[in-house]
């Protein structure tokens, strides 16, 4: 019997055996690109959730991680992502003939660790650096103050993505399966941030 082409199967079988397949490679452990589930189920955070980075963040996590939720109380929560630091800097990278600057490098250093209920260490504290550079006209100071605040805004919500990657890793999977055999820290305070950004370079003046 000669083999029909898969272009050629009606629309409505096509479309039952392509998700016959994405079933299969379900059952097989396989994940669609992108996906990073989280092996622990509820997790709560000081990151301020309605700012806008920690609104990314969650929908990051839950997107990748349909199975983990976020609580409004650390003790509810298998894990505490905990943000420790975060600071942004300017600096001159480069100047014209006259002395002017041309060019400036934006510095973002993001710290956080991953602790679980009982202060067993998932994640010592991680540090995340993100470094952009700007061209600088002094002619339209305000504008470029203005591209600054934004470029530093789109460094922060990069950093998502490496988070994520952070906290679904092998390491961090391992260490929550043996939790009893991390090291133990006092727990840090869970109050929360301000959703205000960490304040920044002073403002650029010609």
Known sequence: MPMVPFAFLPRLLRLALAGLALLVLGACGFHLKGATPLPFQTIYTNINLDSEFG???????????????????????????????????????????????EEYELNLAFQFELLDRGGHVLLPPTTLLSVRELPYNDRIVQAKEGE????????????????LRRMSSPEVRAAYANAAERPVVPMPDDAVLDAAPPAGPAPIRP
């Open 148 to 163: 600054i605040e934004r470029t530093f805004r789109d460094m922060r919500n990069s950093l998502i993505d490496q988070i």
């Open 55 to 101: 609104a990314r963040l969650r929908r990051a996590i839950t997107a990748n991680s349909p199975g983990t939720r976020f609580t409004d109380r650390r003790q509810d929560a298998d894990v505490y992502l905990h943000q420790t630091s975060e600071s942004q800097n300017l600096r001159q990278l480069s100047l014209d003939a006259d002395g002017r600057v």
